[in-house]
């Protein structure tokens, strides 16, 4: 996915906006009754339009509030729209900031111009930094520019905004911070995007081997990438029987895919992130029932996810080792499939019995954990809409977060706060081992009440020997405020976590 906007910033004094020749003006206001500085210098120069507005009420500066002028006289400005930014003096958190800064987003996208000036002045938002503010505002410029694109028709855009400047970054931090902070904001909108549009393709379009396609895309343009896939025969020879027995009802066939990120010493130990690739989820066997299904097509989100981080990480090339791992396959029913009750090895040389056909992410996923053992890692990271119990325990706000390590935990956390796009922890107790207790194998596939804990339980026992989060998505990859469309959740998260790791 090319970058949809091009930013860019440059000084441009607060007693010069209404000479600028703007196509379109953002200008971003705090409240107060009584005109400060900023409000004088504006109202002055369209010789008191905006102490009407503010005395009209239609002007408060308010935190969210909202006003779009066709022209304001004295300016040069062909439309203007104000954003309140709330008290001066009072510092935003960053759930505040992540509303104004989608505010924001929307405003310059549903402005209909090509390019747009935003003039802020400077946003507090708690202990973090202008250049955070800024990145934050770029990402979900880019990001909110995201339109579904077909592959092999031609992209045509609805919104017509291409250019974004940002005024007045004037005595902030250095120009070179804030810009370089405005460019990792925008490759990470734009990993984002790139992880929508996964996600959003249909299951017919995409499949397992069209992920394995991406991946080899992927590491063509970046040349610090390399990609390996296994198919079916190479995994079976490997003992990946749980991961097949998924697309055992599939005629499309299951992939492994490898996309390495070598950034840092050869010696020092990869970070690893595993996606859940169910390119769709009807349940197999244990079959879901009917009424939107068609979501299922998500069931792939958190490989999208690891797609979307991947490219950002190629883009901004942190001096690490990164390692994308996607575990794919199609969950259908058919004479082949899977049945209740069947029993399965794991590479690990666990046995698994699948008591439901459905639950079939941690099949998939338990593999692949098992096979990145191979590397070592410093830390492993897996995403997967793994559960709707987590839907009903978090709804869509945050996404589900277990661990086998509270200090990784601890950073996920942090990092989720940091990119407003957060994650809450859940235990992951001995007590709920006992409920994958199987009668006829190591380990049962489901059990107990407790589902997105359990789920986690049975990834857990394949962790064992590293530092390992899992991130539940069900909830955040998709729906909610955004409808039936992908989020690009959580690129954010993992990206944030993978740079503080240098
Ligand atoms: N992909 C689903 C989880 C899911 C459900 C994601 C709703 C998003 C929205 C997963 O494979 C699944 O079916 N899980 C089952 C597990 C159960 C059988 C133990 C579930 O959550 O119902
Ligand atoms: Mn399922
Ligand atoms: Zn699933």
């Known amino acids: 996915m090319k970058k949809l906007i091009s930013i860019t910033s440059y000084l ?77 003096n009072k510092e935003l958190n960053e759930d505040e900031f992540s509303s104004l800064s989608n505010a924001i987003s929307k405003i310059s996208i549903s402005a209909n111009s090509k390019i747009i000036d935003i003039f802020l002045p400077e946003i507090k938002v708690k202990t973090n930094s202008s250049s955070w503010v800024y990145k934050i505002l770029a990402r979900d ?67 397992p081997t069209y992920l394995a396609n991406q991946a080899k895309l992927l590491a063509k343009r970046y040349p610090s990438i390399k990609t390996k896939v296994l198919g079916e025969k190479e995994m079976k020879k490997l003992g990946m029987d749980c991961l097949l027995s998924v697309g055992n009802g599939s005629a499309q066939e299951s992939k492994f895919i490898i996309m390495e990120y070598s950034g840092g010493d050869k010696k020092s130990k990869p970070h690893i992130i595993v996606g859940k690739g169910i390119t769709f989820d009807t349940g197999g066997i244990s079959i879901k029932p009917s009424p939107n299904m068609d979501e299922m097509k998500y069931d792939m989100s958190g490989s999208a996810s690891v797609f979307g981080t991947m490219r950002a990480i190629g883009e901004i090339k942190p001096k690490l080792n990164i390692f994308g791992i996607v575990a794919s396959a199609e969950n259908m029913p058919s004479s082949t499939a899977t049945k209740p009750g069947d029993v399965v090895n794991t590479l690990s040389g666990q046995t698994v019995e699948i008591l439901n056909t459905d639950a079939e992410g941690r099949l998939v996923l338990c593999d692949a954990l098992t096979y990145v053992e191979r590397y070592k890692p410093a830390s492993v990271i897996d995403i997967a809409t793994l559960t709707g119990a987590c839907v009903i325990a978090l709804g869509h706000q945050a996404t589900g977060l277990l661990s086998n390590d ?28 006992s409920d994958l207790n199987s009668k006829y194998a190591d380990i049962a596939n489901i059990g107990g009440r407790a589902g997105t804990i359990t789920a986690a339980c049975f990834l857990s026992r394949f962790t064992k020997s590293y530092k390992w989060a899992h991130l539940d998505i069900a909830g955040t990859a998709y729906g909610g405020k955004v409808g039936k469309t992908s989020s690009g959740r959580p690129v954010p998260l993992l990206t944030e976590y993978l740079l503080s790791r240098k």
């Open 141 to 207: 410029l880019e990001s909110g520019c995201y339109q579904y694109f077909f592959d092999g028709k031609k992209d045509q855009p609805k919104n017509k905004l291409k250019k974004v400047n940002f005024l007045n970054l004037e005595g902030k931090e250095s120009k070179q911070k804030l810009v370089s902070a405005i460019k990792v904001g925008q490759i990470i909108g734009s990993g984002m995007n790139t992880s929508k549009n996964l996600a959003n393709t249909p299951a017919n379009i995409c499949t």
């Open 12 to 88: 441009k004094k607060i007693d010069s906006l209404n000479s600028l020749k703007s196509e379109c003006l953002l200008i971003g206001i705090y409240e107060d009754k009584n005109l400060n500085d900023i409000t004088k210098i504006l109202d002055t120069a369209s010789s008191g339009s905006l102490r009407k507005l503010i005395k009209r009420q239609e002007l408060t500066g308010k935190l969210g509030n909202q006003l779009y002028l066709p022209e304001l006289n004295g300016f040069q400005a062909s439309k203007v729209f104000f954003v309140g930014l709330g008290k001066k």
């Open 406 to 433: 509270q200090g990784l935990a601890e950073s996920i956390m942090k990092s989720g706060y940091s990119s407003c796009d957060k994650a809450w922890q859940l235990p992951l107790w001995d007590e709920y081992q």
